[in-house]
Structure formats: C-alpha cells, structure tokens
C-alpha cells in the first residue's frame, strides 16, 4: 500500500510541475515576453524555411526563439516561382508582430526552337544574338515573342518578329528564302500538297509536293492568304510582306469528318401557323404550342423566311455548324 502511495503522489506532483509549467508560458506570452512575424507572400501557398528548417506555407506565423542566431534568413519556395530569400538582423521587440513579406516573380518557362531551310547553309540569328548555321536547334528558349533572322548571300532574308512559342512543344519550322532575282515575296506550302491557294481573294497557284509555291510581286503589308483543298476545311492564315524580304506561311489543313454531324433549326413564331421556307424551299408551319423543328439540316448557309397572311415576313441568314441547334422566336409585324 505504501508503495501505490507514493506512486500516486508522485503522479500528482509530476502533473502540478507540468501545470505550473503551463502557467509560466503562458503568462509569458500572454505579458509580452515574445514577439512575432506574419510571413506572407504572393501568391499565398509558398514553403517557407527559416534557417533551412521548414515551418510551413504562406501564410504563417512565426513566434522565433531569441536565443536563435541572427540573422534569420527566410527563404520561400513554390512551384513555377522564382525563390525568394529575405534576411531579419534584429530580434522582434517583445509583444509586438512584423510583416515579412515576399512578393514571387514566376520562373521562365523554356522550350526549343529547331531551324532548316532551304537553301542549304543558310545563317540564323534569334534575338539578334550569333548567327549560326542551319539546321540548328535553339535551346532554353524562353516562353514568348522572339524575333528570327535567317539569310544568305544572293538570297532575300527570312525575318519574323513576332515568333510566339509556348514550353511543354517544341517548334519545328522549315525557312525557304527567295532568289533575290525573283520578283516573288511569299512562300505557301501545305499538309497536304495539292492545296489551291490565294492571295487576297486571287487564285495564285497549287502548292505541289516538295516543290514551295512563291507568290508575287505583292505590295508591301498585309496579306490573306486562303488554301482550300478538296476535303479539307478552309484555311486562312493572315501575312506581311516586303519586296526585300522572304515571307513563309505553311498550310496545314484540317480534314472534314467524314460523316458531316447535321444541324437542327427550332422555330417558334408568333402568330404561330407561319409558313417557314430555306433557301425558297417549304418546310412546314409553326405549331400553335412549342417549336417547328427542322432534323438533320445539312452544314450550308440558308435564308430563313417566316411568312404570315397579314404579316410582314422575317428573313434571316443562319450557318448552322455541326451538330449545332440553332433556336429562333420572332414576331411578327402586322403589314
């Protein structure tokens, strides 16, 4: 029995220390003894390490032990951000709290650029930086704008200065210059060959195999260049061009799918009872309660007619898309 006494004696002061102990820190922090910093930055959800301990992320708040070295040095990490590292000299007057914040510049994103051409042996600049010879890949190519220079002697240059790249796809692109005795400027190849091409509205020729079609003389500036193919959607592709330059767009054409996907037109009118006619043809009436529905509209562009005895008719173009329902209410005008 004595033994369990002492036992459960011991417990208790055991306990009673701990609380006393409780007491103490919380006395100290509750009359100022510490003083704290509110880490933040932007954006939010960064890791923070101080003193290359981890503490947690963005935001935080960091009670520091006045016995620590100094300075603390404060480093934020987050995916896709540049690094941010913040150093405090001087311990934090007690009972009060600092901000810390960093503000996270997002990290380059990079991509590569490979460059041929035709002819052979051409020379390539980016951004204006040494000109090397082709085929050559750029590397480590920042996300963006960049400007491309390609030449040659007895050659009319290649200069694109709004070549957009993304990270995560690398670009490929084949450059062909113009013989500078031609009195040709632009250059039109095309996934598939065989592709019509023209030029602000003009047929300026088929592109055919290997073989690049080079268009011109053209004034200097703006161009629309369209290639159609059997097959294929309509491509259009907008171009500058200069006398003393080689301008290059590339076709690459989308197949139509091969089953067309039909289009519906749902008509409701009022008065209901309306003749509804596309493209002259008659195609029913407006019921007296919800829509005419119109199936399986081919893809086409249709004049739409809505005709009452009485009324004024409603004419309208639509260009149904595939599989699109395109859904139309009028009423009409007393005539």
């Not at 009195?183 to 091409?197: F, I, M, Y």
């Not at 562009?301 to 595939?322: A, C, M, N, Q």
């Given at each position: 029995?004595?033994?369990?006494?002492?036992?459960?004696?011991?417990?208790?002061?055991?306990?009673?220390?701990?609380a006393?102990?409780?007491?103490?820190?919380?006395?100290?922090?509750?009359?100022?003894?510490?003083?704290?910093?509110?880490?933040?930055s932007?954006?939010?959800?960064?890791?923070?390490?101080?003193?290359?301990?981890?503490?947690?992320?963005t935001?935080l708040?960091?009670i520091?032990?006045n016995?620590a070295?100094?300075?603390?040095?404060i480093?934020?990490?987050k995916?896709?951000?540049?690094s941010?590292?913040?150093?405090?000299?001087?311990?934090?007057?007690p009972?009060t709290q600092?901000?810390?914040f960093?503000?996270?510049?997002?990290?380059?994103?990079?991509?590569?650029?490979?460059?041929?051409s035709?002819?052979?042996?051409?020379l390539a600049?980016?951004d204006?930086?040494?000109?090397?010879p082709?085929?050559?890949?750029?590397?480590?190519?920042?996300?963006?704008?960049?400007t491309?220079l390609?030449?040659?002697?007895?050659?009319?240059?290649?200069?694109n200065?709004?070549l957009?790249?993304?990270?995560?796809?690398?670009t490929?692109?084949?450059v062909?210059?113009?013989?500078?005795y031609e009195?040709?400027?632009?250059?039109?190849?095309?996934?598939?060959?065989?592709?019509?091409?023209?030029?602000?509205?003009?047929?300026?020729g088929?592109?055919?195999?290997?073989?690049?079609?080079?268009?011109?003389?053209?004034?200097?500036?703006?161009?629309?260049?369209?290639?159609?193919?059997a097959?294929?959607?309509?491509?259009?592709?907008?171009?500058?061009?200069r006398?003393?330059?080689?301008?290059n767009?590339?076709?690459?054409?989308i197949p139509?799918?091969l089953?067309?996907?039909?289009?519906?037109?749902?008509?409701?009118?009022?008065?209901?009872?309306?003749?509804?006619?596309?493209?002259?043809?008659?195609?029913?009436?407006?019921?007296?309660?919800?829509?005419l529905?119109?199936?399986?509209?081919?893809l086409?562009?249709?004049k739409?007619?809505?005709?009452?005895?009485?009324?004024?008719?409603?004419?309208e173009?639509?260009?149904?898309?595939?599989g699109e329902?395109?859904t139309?209410d009028?009423?009409?005008?007393?005539?």
């Amino acid at each position: 029995m004595k033994i369990f006494s002492l036992i459960r004696w011991g417990l208790v002061l055991i306990f009673t220390c701990m609380a006393i102990s409780n007491v103490y820190a919380d006395t100290n922090y509750s009359s100022g003894l510490f003083g704290s910093y509110m880490i933040n930055s932007e954006p939010s959800g960064a890791d923070v390490y101080i003193l290359e301990k981890y503490y947690g992320k963005t935001p935080l708040l960091y009670i520091p032990d006045n016995t620590a070295d100094h300075p603390y040095i404060i480093e934020f990490r987050k995916d896709g951000y540049n690094s941010s590292i913040l150093s405090i000299n001087e311990n934090i007057t007690p009972g009060t709290q600092k901000e810390v914040f960093a503000h996270l510049s997002p990290a380059p994103k990079f991509t590569s650029i490979f460059v041929s051409s035709d002819p052979d042996d051409c020379l390539a600049q980016l951004d204006g930086g040494s000109s090397v010879p082709l085929p050559y890949s750029f590397t480590s190519v920042s996300e963006g704008t960049h400007t491309l220079l390609v030449y040659k002697t007895g050659y009319k240059s290649y200069l694109n200065e709004q070549l957009s790249v993304r990270s995560g796809s690398n670009t490929t692109m084949k450059v062909i210059l113009i013989p500078n005795y031609e009195r040709k400027e632009l250059v039109v190849t095309s996934t598939p060959s065989d592709t019509e091409v023209l030029v602000d509205g003009i047929f300026r020729g088929t592109t055919s195999g290997n073989i690049p079609l080079m268009i011109g003389p053209l004034n200097d500036g703006q161009h629309t260049v369209l290639g159609r193919i059997a097959g294929y959607q309509e491509k259009k592709e907008m171009v500058f061009t200069r006398h003393d330059l080689s301008s290059n767009v590339h076709l690459n054409m989308i197949p139509i799918t091969l089953m067309p996907v039909s289009s519906t037109v749902k008509i409701r009118s009022i008065p209901s009872g309306s003749d509804v006619l596309l493209n002259g043809i008659w195609f029913g009436e407006v019921p007296a309660q919800g829509y005419l529905e119109l199936n399986d509209i081919p893809l086409n562009r249709y004049k739409l007619v809505i005709s009452h005895s009485g009324y004024t008719d409603h004419i309208e173009w639509i260009f149904p898309g595939p599989g699109e329902t395109i859904t139309i209410d009028t009423v009409l005008l007393q005539s």
